[in-house]
Each structure stands twice: as C-alpha cells, then as structure tokens.
C-alpha cells in the first residue's frame, strides 16, 4: 500500500500564481522527505527536501512546510512558471535503515500563461 | 552535479526475447543502486534494491528470476527482464545513494529506459 499519501491528484494555475501539492505519511520512522520534479520520459530530479527537525525550508521560489505532528508536508510554488509545468512526487524515507523512497502518487502540474 | 547514465534511453523488443539496461554512476561510487518501474500516469515502484557484490533484494511481487539484477562494481548495475511480454512494457529507472555517505545523502536518478514489448 502507498505509505506516502499525495494530493491533489493534478491542479491548474495561472502563471504567477501559487502551486500547493499536500502529503501525510504514517511511517513515524520516516526522517527525510524530498520532493521530485519529473518531466515526460525523463527520470525524476530532486526538487528539495527537508528534515524532521525544522518546520520550513525555502529554496528560490519553492518552499517544504513540515508539520512534524499532523504527519503532513507540503510543496509550495510561488510564481509559478510555465516551465514549472510537471509532475511533481513527494517521498519520505528512514536514513538510518534501508533509505528506500516511498513516493507520493504525483501531482500534475499545468501552469497556464 | 552528479550523474547516473542509463542506457538504452528506449527500446523495443519482441515477446520472449531477454533485455539489459545497464545504470552506471559516473561521478561516485555506489554501493547501493535501486531499481524502480514506472507506468504511465503512475507513480515509481520500488522493484529492487541492487547490492555491489552480493543479491538483489526483491519487494514483494517482484519476480527475482524475471528481472535479474547485477551489480558487478561500484559504478555499474544491470536490470534484465527475461522472456519479456507486453506487460513488462513500462518505464524503468535506477536511483544511486553514493557510498560512504551520511545522512542526507541525495538520490540520483536516471533518465530511465522506456521498454516496449511487441
């Protein structure tokens, strides 16, 4: 079964405007949570990620909110561009085991001009 | 940065036939390589995890003796899907956690071998 659960399953903005995917995870020994960007028929790209021990992490115009006690982690694109037109995968894993990603279904992005 | 080469980037084969796609890490060693299939509109699943010098270690479902995986030195693993079928045809994508890392450590992916079986 998906550890990782993502919504929502596509979403349409307007160019500048902000994209927000969503994921909870129950897996309390995940420690590490990245998000992917994949493009069609290319592999995915480590977008950023975040660490269990801060709530927020920025990087450009992307932003990781962290909610260590809900068990929730969201994806924030301000400005979106439409460059940023993909499919987008959140993940968690345990970097003190296996580090196996558990991935998100994936969001589709469109980003209209 | 980093850089995981997968090659074909696309192939075709015919029903019955064996295929390699080959994944080499070419700016670090890896001791681990993951093996990830993905369909269309769908998200990656975890097929198997390649360990230099010793077994693969298989998620559950995934036929060991179908998708036979090598993984000869620290820079190269082999998938091959043997007596491929049409429903083998997917999206296959290798992931490489560098050796001797701490935590933290990035995964570099691929830019995955689209297999189709006619």
């Known amino acids: 079964q998906q550890q990782v659960k993502q919504s929502p399953q596509s979403l349409i903005v307007q160019k500048g405007g902000i994209s927000i995917i969503n994921c909870a995870y129950e897996?309390?020994?995940?420690?590490?949570f990245p998000w992917y960007q994949q493009f069609p028929g290319k592999g995915p790209a480590l977008l950023i990620a975040?660490?269990?021990?801060?709530s927020e992490k920025k990087e450009g115009r992307f932003t990781i909110s962290f909610n260590k006690s809900a068990k929730q982690f969201s994806l924030h694109i301000m400005d979106s561009q439409p460059g940023d037109s993909a499919t987008y995968f959140c993940?968690?894993?345990?970097?003190?085991?296996?580090?196996?990603?558990?991935f998100g279904a994936g969001t589709t992005v469109t980003v209209r001009a | 940065g980093a850089v995981v080469s997968q090659h074909p980037s696309w192939v075709i084969c015919k029903s019955g036939t064996s295929v390699k796609i080959e994944c080499r890490s070419l700016?670090?060693?890896?001791?681990?390589m993951f093996w990830y299939r993905q369909f269309p509109k769908q998200s990656l699943m975890l097929m198997a995890t390649?360990?230099?010098?010793?077994?693969?270690?298989?998620e559950q479902g995934v036929e060991k003796d179908k998708f036979l995986i090598n993984h000869a030195s620290l820079t190269l693993s082999t998938l091959t899907v043997t007596s491929a079928h049409p429903e083998d045809s997917s999206f296959y994508i290798c992931?490489?956690?560098?050796?001797?890392?701490?935590?933290?450590?990035?995964?570099?992916f691929g830019q995955g071998t689209r297999l189709t079986v006619v």
């Open positions: 992931s490489v956690r560098p050796a001797g890392q701490g935590e933290g450590t990035e995964a570099f």
């Open positions: 897996n309390t020994a995940f420690d590490y």
């Open positions: 975040i660490r269990p021990d801060v």
């Open positions: 993940a968690a894993s345990s970097l003190w085991s296996d580090y196996k990603l558990s």
């Open positions: 700016d670090f060693q890896a001791t681990t």
């Open positions: 390649s360990n230099e010098g010793s077994k693969a270690t298989y």
